[in-house]
Nanobody, 122 residues
Framework: QVQLVESGGGLVQPGGSLRLSCAAS????????MGWFRQAPGKQREFVAA????????YYADSVKGRFTISRDNIKFTVYLQMNSLKAEDTAIYYC???????????????WGQGTQVTVSS
């Protein structure tokens, strides 16, 4: 069964850093772009970042550009999100998912993992 397991979230002060990981099982990871989305309380899930299969190309939402870095390890079937200079508005549950690019980055699967909670607060 295809599965996505996110980890690495936690409570951090504004300006701090976290590194999220997402381990994929099955064939969900191979030859696919992978992305991170987030959902804050009372808000819709939104795109955060994406990375192509080769890892050569990365894409970011304007709100995180210059602060977040997405990367992947195709041997370990894992995608990462390094988050620096965190702000209170980054507080959300973060999810990873295979993605495709149309007019915007969209999930290829509705089989979301449990996500990992990121809370930025002093």
């Amino acid at each position: 069964q295809v599965q996505l397991v996110e980890s690495g979230g936690g409570l951090v002060q504004p300006g701090g850093s976290l590194r999220l990981s997402c381990a994929a099982s099955g064939n969900i990871f191979n030859f696919k772009s992978m992305g991170w989305f987030r959902q804050a309380p009372g808000k819709q899930r939104e795109f955060v970042a994406a990375i192509t299969w080769s890892g050569r190309d990365t894409y970011y939402a304007d709100s995180v550009k210059g602060r977040f870095t997405i990367s992947r390890d195709n041997i370990k079937f894992t995608v990462y999100l390094q988050m620096n200079s965190l702000k209170a508005e980054d507080t959300a549950i973060y999810y990873c998912v295979p993605v495709a690019r149309g007019s915007s980055w969209s999930p290829l699967s509705t089989n979301w993992g449990q996500g990992t909670q990121v809370t930025v607060s002093s």
